[in-house]
């Protein structure tokens, strides 16, 4: 298993700033991935983000709105950027680990943003 | 595309199984069938996971009919400590084993 720290738990941020969440795994890993959870909504996948490669953004995000770091294998950062209220979720990010039939993920305690 | 369908909620008795199906009736034959927990306010907890075989841990039993297309969690003894939204969750089989969450079960345990 993977034990996944994330910064800040929360936060409370003014509309067109921006805030950059940490994720932080306690052994290397090369799946990592950025979730979005709005109020009393699912998860919903913002990007896939691989060691050595480019962010996979899913369809409806885009790089310059969440630009996504990951310079090694055992952190990456996300940052959402000009921040409006419709911004305001829960952000998790989770990594992935074991073979084609043992494959799980796990999750960070994720960042509970407020944009006021 | 959320390839899965699961009740919005559903209650049940403390020390009762309890019963969370899920259908995924495109399910393709190397899709795994994922299920996982999320209790208020924290990430997702990893509960089982099957292909075609009906598995058993510590936490649960997953039930997987014969032709795919639906299972079922079963909780043998729920807690109070089980109330939760239980999500179902069809691996996406393209190499990039990503998840795709689906809306989830809201589990109520009743005391």
């Known amino acids: 298993s993977a034990v996944i720290s994330q910064k800040p738990s929360r936060d409370i941020c003014q509309r067109g700033t921006s805030l950059t969440i940490q994720c932080q795994v306690d052994?290397?890993?090369?799946?990592m991935f950025w979730y979005r959870q709005q109020p009393g909504q699912s998860l919903t996948l913002i990007a896939t983000?691989?060691?050595?490669?480019?962010?996979?953004?899913e369809s409806g995000f885009v790089i310059d709105k969440f630009p996504i770091s990951r310079p090694n294998l055992t952190f990456s950062t996300l940052t959402v950027s000009n921040m409006s209220p419709e911004d305001s979720s829960i952000y998790l990010c989770s990594v992935g680990a074991g073979g084609r039939s043992s494959y799980e993920q796990y999750f960070g305690p994720g960042t509970r943003l407020t944009v006021t | 595309d959320a390839k899965t369908t699961q009740p919005t909620s559903m209650d049940c008795a403390e020390g009762r199984a309890a019963n969370l199906p899920c259908n995924h009736s495109?399910?393709?034959?190397?899709?795994?069938v994922y299920w996982y927990r999320q209790i208020h306010s924290q990430g997702p907890q990893y509960i089982i996971h099957?292909?075609?075989n009906n598995e058993t841990n510590e936490m649960a039993s997953l039930i997987i009919t014969e032709d795919r297309k639906s299972s079922t969690l079963i909780l043998p003894h729920a807690t109070l400590r089980d109330t939760a939204v239980y999500y179902c969750?069809?691996?996406?089989?393209?190499?990039?084993?990503?998840?795709?969450f689906g809306t989830g079960t809201r589990l109520k345990v009743l005391a």
């Open positions: 052994s290397q890993v090369t799946m």
């Open positions: 495109t399910i393709s034959g190397n899709e795994y």
């Open positions: 099957g292909l075609k």
């Open positions: 969750i069809v691996r996406v089989p393209s190499g990039t084993y990503k998840y795709i």
């Open positions: 983000a691989n060691q050595g490669s480019e962010a996979t953004y």
